[in-house]
C-alpha cells in the first residue's frame, strides 16, 4: 500500500466519527501543513475562511500549544470571537481536539458532530487514527542529490528539454527523478515539489 492509498485509510476511519465533519492539519511547519484534509459543512468552511478564524482559533491554539486529545468543551484557552459558538450554530456542536507530534511538526485534527459529546473510547479510538495519520504522513528529511538538482533546475525556470540538458541526462530521466520528488513530498505538481522542499529547507 502506498503512503497516499495508507492515508485515504485512515481519512476513511475517522470519517464515520464525525458525523458533522473533520478537520486535519498534518505536519504543521512554518504556520502552514504539509496536507490538510477536511469534510466540514462548506458553508462553515467559507465562514471559517472569510473571518480569518485560523489565526483566532482556540482549538488551533490548543493543538498548537499542547499534545493530546481534548473536548472542545473542556478547552481552557480565551475565544474572544466567540468561534466554538458560532461553529454550533454550523452544526459544529460537540467537537474533539487531537494534537501530536514536535512542535516542529504538529498535526492537529478537529472533529465534530451535533448530538452529544464524544466518549472517552471514541476519542482513544480518533487519537489512534490521527496518530497513524501523523506518522504514515511523515515528511522526508532529505531527498537525493538527483531530487534536488531536478528541483533545483526546474526552479531555476527551466523547463524540462533545457532542464535535461543543463544536467546532461534525458528529459525521461529528469521526469523520473520529479516525480520521485514530489512522491516524497507528497506533492501533486513539480511547481508544489519546489515549493515544499523550499519550506521544509531542502533544497
Known sequence: MSRNQAIDSLLDELEPMA?????????????APLLTFQTYPQAWSDHYTRNAYALRDPMIAWGISRTGATRWSDIDLPDPFGILKDAARHGL???VCVSCGEISSR???GLARADREFTDEEIA????VVLRLHHVSQPPDTLTKAEIEALRVLASGERYAAGAVVLGISESALKARL?????KLFARTSAEAIQRAKDYRLI
Do not use: M, N, P, W
Open 19 to 31: 458525523s458533522a465533519g473533520y478537520f486535519v492539519g498534518l505536519h504543521i511547519r512554518f504556520a
Open 93 to 95: 456542536v460537540y467537537g
Open 107 to 109: 498535526t492537529v485534527a
Open 125 to 128: 479510538a480518533i487519537s489512534g
Open 179 to 183: 516525480s520521485s520528488a514530489r512522491k
